[in-house]
């Protein structure tokens, strides 16, 4: 039996706005700790990886592991008929081919549940190293959404460029070029907007706008985003989920000229 | 015009 109650349904009604425009299909690997995610796009360019521990969950059993393969376009249908404030339910018997959603709404005047056809996925899993990064920025992530979204009109790419002066974000196209440039933050009166660098050494690195536009579905999950950058690897774009977890992205970067 | 890599190069499958 696997059940997990989330008290903040409107968290996990977040998360698939996050991943459902990167997504098709994707496992959700239930376990004694918690629930993960970890899928790449057809294209094999970006990577989800997602974390929700079970002590974010108000109630969550689950007695043996489970792989839940779910059509996320579908899965997407059915969290949109939850409000905001209604507590979200996933639960499923061992070996089941569905799963069922539970809303209650805030007063329990209203509890609807919906069942969904699993299906067999036989996705990759990778192996992500662990790194230690030259370059770790935070900065809020409203921002890096508008930064992305503003060069993306000048070309398919964004150079990245991380030096202790801050960070860059540049693009170049037919019309022009763009640059932006962050300073970290002396004094902030609020954490989440501060821009904090943290480098070992200079990085440089281009990445296709298309993904990074799409890993900024996930900012109305946290204030802040952390970017991590190694000379030659992937970057990760990685969101808090508050205290249950976090999504983190993984995309390949743009190599050569 | 530089090319997209693939996170194959990357990452290994498991």
Redesign the interface.
């Known amino acids: 039996m696997f059940e997990a109650r989330l008290v903040q349904g409107a968290l996990l009604k977040k998360v698939m706005e996050a991943i459902k425009e990167l997504l098709n299909e994707a496992s959700f690997d239930c376990a004694h700790s918690g629930i993960l995610l970890q899928a ?1 796009d057809n ?5 989800v990886s997602l974390n929700l521990r079970r002590e974010g969950f108000d109630k969550y059993r689950c007695d043996r592991n489970l792989v839940m393969g779910m059509n996320l376009s579908s899965m997407s249908k059915i969290l949109k008929c939850a409000s905001n404030d209604d507590i979200i339910t996933m639960k499923a018997q061992d070996n089941a081919d569905t799963v069922t959603f539970v809303f209650e709404s805030p007063k329990q005047e209203k509890i609807s549940d919906y069942e969904m056809k699993l299906t067999n996925l036989d996705q ?6 662990e790194t230690e990064y030259s370059c770790v920025i935070k900065l809020p992530s409203a921002e890096f959404a508008r930064i992305c979204r503003d060069l993306s009109q000048f070309g398919e ?1 964004i150079v990245i460029s991380c030096t202790k002066e801050g960070v860059k974000f540049s693009a170049a196209g037919d019309i022009g070029t763009a640059n932006i440039k962050l300073a970290q933050t002396a004094t902030v009166d609020k954490e989440e907007d501060a821009v904090m660098v943290d480098m070992q050494e200079p990085v440089t690195l ?1 990445f ?1 706008c298309k993904y990074l536009n799409m890993f900024t579905k996930a900012t109305p999950l946290s204030p802040q985003v952390c970017l991590s950058m190694s000379p030659d ?2 970057l990760v774009v990685e969101y808090k989920i508050e205290d249950i977890g976090h999504i983190r992205y ?1 995309l ?6 | 015009m530089a090319k997209q890599s693939s996170l194959l190069n990357f990452f290994n499958r498991s």
């Open positions: 790449m294209s094999h360019v970006s990577l990759d899993h990778l192996g992500i190293p790419s281009t296709a690897v992937p993984y390949a970067p743009r190599i050569g000229d």
